[in-house]
């Protein structure tokens, strides 16, 4: 049985079935979960806008479940999906983990970027 | 920046850095985050027991840390590590995400234990 924490949440991390890379983690709730099992594609809870978030409803970049794994305390979720649109970032990139973080703390990408963010969502 | 949860923690990928698995996820609140940097190897913050946890403390499977990322978001990390003892999961396995969920909300187990937890921890 899978076990949320005190929030109701539990963290999942997406990987690229294809290549192995780590796309994103997010959070998923119950209902969030159930909505990937029954869709085939990911679905989380956005903490930030407080709702249920269907990955790639904006950009049509969703991410179809090849692949759903347990953790040993049953509190997290591994996900290997096929990511339509090569990016599974909303700043364009295939990883959200497109920055690597240097001793003194500053940043350096380390990945070209698929798309720009600007023609997918427009101007903020 | 990075930015810790309304909770003070942080999610963080863990991967081997020799063969791309994923091997957990586990939380840092700022104090396990600092000695990650400062020691060059993992400490989480464990939620059920309320307490910095070096990783490997016990059973000496340690992580030293070889690179590291961060999301777009600032609010995950991904770590790739130098996995010793070559399993990162207390039930004996190389990744925490040895079980399968299937469709029935069954698991499968699908990978191969490398040690036996008892001989590690003995028993509880």
């Known amino acids: 049985m899978l076990n949320?924490?005190?929030?109701?949440?539990?963290p999942?991390?997406?990987?690229?079935?294809?290549?192995?890379?780590?796309?994103?983690?997010?959070?998923?709730?119950?209902e969030a979960y159930q909505l990937t099992r029954e869709s085939g594609q990911t679905h989380f809870f956005s903490r930030s806008r407080n709702r249920i978030?269907?990955?790639?409803?904006?950009?049509?970049?969703?991410?179809?479940v090849r692949d759903m794994f347990?953790?040993?305390?049953?509190?997290?979720?591994l996900i290997r999906?096929?990511?339509?649109?090569?990016a599974a970032c909303h700043e364009g990139?295939?990883?959200?983990y497109y920055r690597r973080l240097l001793p003194d703390e500053s940043y350096e990408i380390v990945a070209e970027r698929i798309f720009d963010p600007e023609d997918v969502?427009?101007?903020?």
Do not use: P, R
């Open 53 to 64: 978030w269907h990955k790639g409803e904006q950009s049509g970049n969703v991410q179809d």
């Open 4 to 10: 949320f924490d005190s929030q109701g949440l539990m």
């Open 81 to 86: 999906v096929k990511q339509h649109g090569d």
């Open 12 to 30: 999942a991390v997406i990987v690229d079935d294809e290549t192995g890379t780590v796309l994103l983690v997010a959070f998923m709730n119950q």
């Open 70 to 77: 347990v953790n040993c305390e049953e509190n997290s979720l």
């Open 93 to 96: 990139y295939q990883s959200c």
């Open 121 to 124: 969502y427009g101007t903020e």
